[in-house]
């Protein structure tokens, strides 16, 4: 959360923190475990409908379109890099969905760097 707070203005903060489900998990204590271990129970948790999480891959996403090259793959550091330069400027919306991201595929998801393609559907 100190990375968040440091990247993001204060109402920035605020609007990622009381708007989404991450400040529940921000809240806990903090203990030592492997971050796959998360990984893996959240997956086992998973009962939704596969169905509900389907959408059009030819429908343009404006996150990538505006903020990443749409020719390649977007890796881990793509994202970190974009998040760290604030690409976003003053659109607020556009700052809580790249610290939603940020937030899972650096705290809990915390997949290597350089090679880690993310996924899509993600954004």
Aim: aromatic share 14%; charged share 25%; glycine share 2%.
């Amino acid at each position: 959360m100190n990375v968040l707070a440091e990247k993001l203005s204060e109402t920035q903060y605020n609007q990622f923190y009381g708007t989404t489900c991450f400040a529940q998990l921000s809240s806990n204590r903090r203990c030592h475990v492997q971050a796959q271990l998360i990984r893996c129970m959240f997956l086992r948790e998973i009962e939704d409908n596969e169905n509900d999480f389907v959408f059009n891959t030819e429908e343009p996403n404006m996150i990538i379109l505006q903020y990443f090259d749409v020719r390649k793959a977007i890796t881990k550091k793509q994202l970190v890099d974009n998040f760290s330069n604030k690409v976003w400027g003053d659109n607020d919306d556009d700052v809580v969905k790249f610290a939603i991201l940020f937030y899972i595929h650096s705290f809990i998801l915390s997949e290597e760097p350089t090679t880690t393609i993310i996924d899509r559907k993600d954004f």
